[in-house]
Nanobody, 117 residues
Framework: QVQLVESGGGLAQAGGSLRLSCAAS????????MGWHRQAPGKERELVAG???????NYPDSVKGRFTISRDNAKNTVYLQMNSLGPEDTAVYYC???????????WGQGTQVTVSS
């Protein structure tokens, strides 16, 4: 397994952008799925973007067209570009990784994103 460390969170104004990074402690090239999830206060954690080892991506309707996930296998890093942010995007954002054969998926510690109106 790997350890994941998120960075890039912070405060943004509505309509602004942020880019989150998720650095893995080891190679991600063979990790089947990596994703970004978020959890707002009082709400369940939800998937906001996923990317497979072959580069297929998926997004919920709530962020489609605004968020873009990408992975750089050479840097063992996954990114989440977030544009047109709104207050509803305020949450702690977590990076997640899963590879077949692992007993469970791996989570990062999270990074706070706060969007002011």
């Amino acid at each position: 397994q790997v350890q994941l460390v998120e960075s890039g969170g912070g405060l943004a104004q509505a309509g602004g952008s942020l880019r989150l990074s998720c650095a893995a402690s080891g190679s991600i090239s063979s990790i089947n799925v990596m994703g970004w999830h978020r959890q707002a206060p009082g709400k369940e954690r939800e998937l906001v973007a996923g990317i497979t080892s072959v580069g297929s991506t998926n997004y919920p309707d709530s962020v489609k067209g605004r968020f873009t996930i990408s992975r750089d296998n050479a840097k063992n890093t996954v990114y989440l570009q977030m544009n047109s942010l709104g207050p509803e995007d305020t949450a702690v954002y977590y990076c997640n990784a899963f590879r077949a054969g692992w007993p469970a998926s791996v989570w990062g510690q999270g990074t706070q994103v706060t969007v002011s109106s």
